[in-house]
């Protein structure tokens, strides 16, 4: 198995994955709903929030981020792998020298760059609104308010994206590992969707665990709190964007980042194995 | 003796249906060889499990029990479809990509060389005949040119063995001519054909040597000549001979010791008659336009 042709299949399949995806009107109206809810935000001005407003938007628009991302990355997924599938493009594909390995990568890696889209438009859109706020507010309440020339590290706003874009990374692979065993679409959805409020509140079990005394519980719940990542992670958004004591480490962000390449791998890993046998 | 293109042994396929472990067997203990440069026809009425043995042919799916090798690879490893082409039975692709795209996509996806992909394209499209449709998008096809486009993407990459699923079904006669004549031509450049198909009169005057499949047993396996020839009859094709002349022949038959069995007259195929008349008319139509554009 030659490393570089492996290479040039992935990127070819994960292409069309991608081209696919962006062709279909789901992706385009979930788009547009997510950057007009991201831009209502502002309505909320007249309540006069002063700098709290930025607060508010930032909170609301790292809110769709995360609402409208999870609904996407499961959907488009599943979307994405059950087309092949039905459509038997599959079949054409895997008669060809192209490991099944490489198939799921590159279904994966389509699925994460369509998100990857997704969270680049939202959080452009988002900082662009929180600048304008910014201004607005400067203007009325001057310039006292300042400490190093701005009052929002946009920076952040992307670091956090980022963050998003990595676990939406995790939740596009354990929609393909659910997949490589499911035989409906539906199944896949409803599973993943599952297993995304798992992962959200697996910090629960974590808390659980430490209150524990030793014994089998104690395993299972630690188990459970390996084998489903903890999403609660990825949120260090309250951290962010503001509190300039409190700025996240670097190597906080690397640590997440790694964690999320972990489970990503794993779960495409794991998707294989069932994806081996399957009968395409 | 060669290594035979395809080798298939004792091949038995289960498929688990429900939920209480009930089997439907698709395959039965199935032997199979077929040689090098032969054009191979798969035989069978629909559900005979044709398209079982093509996907464990090509490693799609997992035999029950039996093997199955190309080249004298086992079917199983990804090495053995390195020059192996697949035409999959009523094909669907990329709808957005152009043909040329899509047919330059799988070159690709086959590890072509950069210097000669384009060369490659164009002769594949050109050799199933569409290099006016080429730059339209997929999704625009009617069926006989997604047959088309599908047999150009299996050929792309210049493979050996070229596995082609019902290659003519849901084809008009003249296109399942065009096919026929591809697949001949496939034969002259050296290549081996495999071909299913349930259309018994398309396939005849094609195939080597053909397989028929029922319920999923082999029934038959043989050249086509020596399964359909009656061997204790001979026809003679008569012209030009009045009713005296045959009462003379007839008794000439019977003092010889021979039998006059049956009587008939020599019919074209529906078929035949149907590409004649349709050429013949094409030539017309084409001699016409000429005329007109001369004046
Ligand atoms: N994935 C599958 N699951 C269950 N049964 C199948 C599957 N694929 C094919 N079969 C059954 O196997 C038999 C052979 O099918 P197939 O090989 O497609 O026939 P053919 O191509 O000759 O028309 C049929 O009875 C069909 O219903
Ligand atoms: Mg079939």
């Known amino acids: 198995m030659n490393i570089t042709d492996s290479f040039t299949r992935i990127r070819l399949i994960a292409g069309t994955t991608f081209l696919e995806a962006v062709r279909q009107k789901f992706f385009n109206s979930l788009l547009l709903i997510s950057i007009a809810l991201v831009a209502s935000s502002t309505f909320f001005q007249q309540f006069d929030f002063g700098t709290g407003e930025l607060k508010f938007i930032t909170d609301f628009g790292f809110g769709a981020l995360f609402f409208f991302g999870s609904i996407l990355s499961i959907t488009a997924t599943t979307q994405l792998f059950f087309n092949e599938m039905e459509n038997r493009t599959a079949l054409t594909m895997l008669a060809k020298p192209v490991y099944k390995l490489e198939f799921l990568t590159g279904k994966f890696l389509g699925a994460h760059l369509l998100m990857l889209c997704f969270t680049l438009v939202i959080t452009v859109v988002l900082s662009g609104i929180l600048y304008w706020r910014e201004m607005v507010l400067l203007e009325r309440l001057g310039n006292e308010l300042l400490s190093n020339g701005s009052l929002i590290r946009y920076g952040d706003v992307f670091l956090f994206g980022f963050l998003q874009w990595m676990k939406f990374g995790i939740i596009a692979a354990f929609v393909l590992f659910v997949a490589s065993f499911s035989n409906t679409n539906l199944y896949t959805i409803v599973v993943s969707f599952f297993m995304l409020i798992i992962c959200q509140l697996q910090y629960i079990a974590r808390d659980t665990y430490s209150g524990m005394e030793a014994g089998w519980e104690r395993i299972l719940v630690l188990g459970l709190g390996l084998i489903f990542p903890n999403f609660q992670l990825f949120n260090i958004g309250d951290q962010l964007v503001f509190d300039v004591e409190k700025a996240p480490a670097v190597s906080t962000v690397f640590q997440i980042t790694g964690y999320g390449a972990f489970y990503s791998i794993a779960f495409v890993l794991l998707a294989q194995v069932n994806f081996r046998r399957r009968e395409i | ?295």
Do not use: W
């Open chain 2, 1 to 295: 003796m060669a290594t035979p293109a395809i080798c298939i042994r004792n091949l038995t396929k289960d498929f688990a249906i429900g939920m209480r472990g009930l089997k439907l067997r698709a395959v039965e203990d199935l032997c199979l060889e077929v040689g090098d440069n032969e054009i191979f026809g798969l035989l069978g009425p629909n559900g005979s499990g044709k398209s079982t043995t093509i996907k464990i042919i090509l490693g799609l799916l997992e035999a029950s029990t039996g093997n199955c090798e190309i080249y004298g690879k086992p079917s199983k490893l990804v090495d053995a479809r390195r020059r192996v082409g697949f035409l999959p039975e009523s094909p669907y692709f990329y709808r957005y990509l152009t043909g040329r795209e899509l047919v330059r996509y799988y070159a690709r996806i086959c590890m072509v060389a950069r210097a000669e992909i384009d060369a490659a394209v164009d002769s594949v499209i050109k050799l199933v005949g569409m290099t006016e449709a080429a730059d339209r998008r997929v999704g625009t096809y009617s069926k006989g040119m997604l047959q088309r486009i599908g047999l150009a993407q299996s050929l792309v990459h210049d493979p050996q063995l070229v596995i082609l699923d019902e290659p003519t079904a849901g084809v008009d006669p003249l296109g399942s001519a065009a096919i026929a004549e591809i697949v001949r031509e496939l034969k002259r450049r050296g290549k081996t054909i495999l071909l299913s198909s349930h259309l018994l009169a398309q396939v005849e005057g094609l195939c080597d040597r053909v397989a028929i499949l029922h319920r999923g047993k082999l029934v038959r396996e043989g050249r086509v000549d020596d399964l359909v020839e009656e061997k204790d009859a001979e026809s003679l094709v008569v012209q030009g001979l009045n009713a005296e002349a045959r009462a003379a022949v007839e008794a000439e038959i019977k003092a010889q010791g021979g039998r006059l069995a049956r009587v008939e007259k020599p019919k074209l195929s529906l078929d035949a008659y149907f590409l004649k008349e349709v050429h013949r008319r094409e030539i017309e139509h084409v001699t016409q336009q000429e005329g007109e554009e001369e004046l």
